[in-house]
């Protein structure tokens, strides 16, 4: 087992999916969290029930398309905890949109919570990250920015940025000890997907064109999120580690 004790970290998007998921692995490898979440607080208090008593989790709402907010929560979790060690880069949002019928309003949307809000996150967090001169960030990409996503372009658009800004952090934050580095899942069976996964016979097809089998879990994802955010993982720097069960072969 991984073990992070005495790191804190902070999950956006915490309280269902991925987030979760990563909220849960963190906190049990012994690092203290923050999470965040948009508006389901029905969800966070849920989860803060499923972890260990005695581990140092708290939730924080932020509206990820408000730059005065995300800074005031930023400082407010640095004052409960004292600093951040970690970011994970995990709130988004997906959903339909065919280029000829998408409004620029949802197109907006898509690239200020998905990219925008990782900008601003991450720019909030980084002068106390450098500040300890240490720092891990892990930026939640797809896929769909490698191979593109027909009908979804607004949703590959934000992550190949993702993938881009990644990259660039990467290379500008290495000399304070602050590495950056994405994972890309593929599809992944989380409520985000529900609606999808409702076709039994379109699931059948997605499976069946993924080498290993199956879809995967929100456990499958959070496991190499938090392999990055360790030690073992401290010369891997502006990497895209993709987690589709080989669905798409690229780097």
Same mark, same amino acid.
């Given at each position: 087992m991984i073990d992070i004790t005495n790191k +804190?970290?902070?999950?956006?998007g915490g309280s269902r999916g991925i987030g979760a998921a990563c +909220? =849960? !692995?963190?906190? #049990?490898a012994g690092a203290d969290v923050a999470f965040t979440f948009k508006s389901n607080v029905e969800a966070a208090e849920l989860l803060m029930? /499923?972890? #260990?008593?005695?581990? =140092? *989790? =708290?939730?924080?709402r932020v509206n990820l398309q408000n730059e005065a907010d995300i800074t005031k929560k930023v400082e407010r979790i640095v004052n409960d905890f004292g600093r951040i060690d970690i970011l994970v880069n995990n709130a988004g949002i997906w959903n339909d949109g065919q280029l000829d019928k998408m409004t620029y309003e949802h197109w907006r949307e898509t690239l200020q919570i998905n990219l925008d809000g990782?900008?601003?996150?991450? =720019? &909030?967090? *980084?002068p106390f990250m450098k500040k300890k001169t240490f720092g891990r960030i892990i930026n939640v990409s797809s896929t769909a920015a490698q191979r593109g996503e027909s009908k979804h372009s607004h949703y590959a658009a934000s992550?190949?940025?993702?993938?881009?800004?990644? #990259?660039?952090?990467?290379? /500008?934050?290495?000399?304070?000890?602050?590495?950056v580095n994405a994972v890309a899942p593929g599809w992944v069976d989380t409520d985000m997907c529900t609606a999808v996964f409702k076709d039994i016979s379109y699931r059948a097809k997605i499976e069946s064109d993924?080498?290993?089998?199956? *879809?995967?879990? &929100?456990?499958?994802?959070?496991?190499?999120? !938090?392999? !990055?955010?360790?030690?073992?993982?401290?010369?891997?720097? @502006? /990497?895209?580690?993709?987690?589709? @069960?080989g669905s798409v072969l690229c780097g």
């Open positions: +804190v970290v902070l999950i956006t +909220v =849960k !692995l963190f906190s #049990k029930k /499923e972890i #260990k008593p005695g581990s =140092k *989790v =708290k939730y924080y990782t900008f601003l996150i991450s =720019k &909030a967090v *980084v992550k190949g940025a993702i993938n881009s800004f990644t #990259k660039s952090l990467a290379v /500008e934050l290495a000399d304070d000890n602050i590495t993924i080498p290993v089998g199956r *879809v995967a879990t &929100a456990d499958d994802i959070a496991g190499p999120i !938090l392999f !990055l955010a360790s030690d073992l993982a401290r010369h891997i720097n @502006g /990497e895209i580690l993709n987690v589709n @069960g």
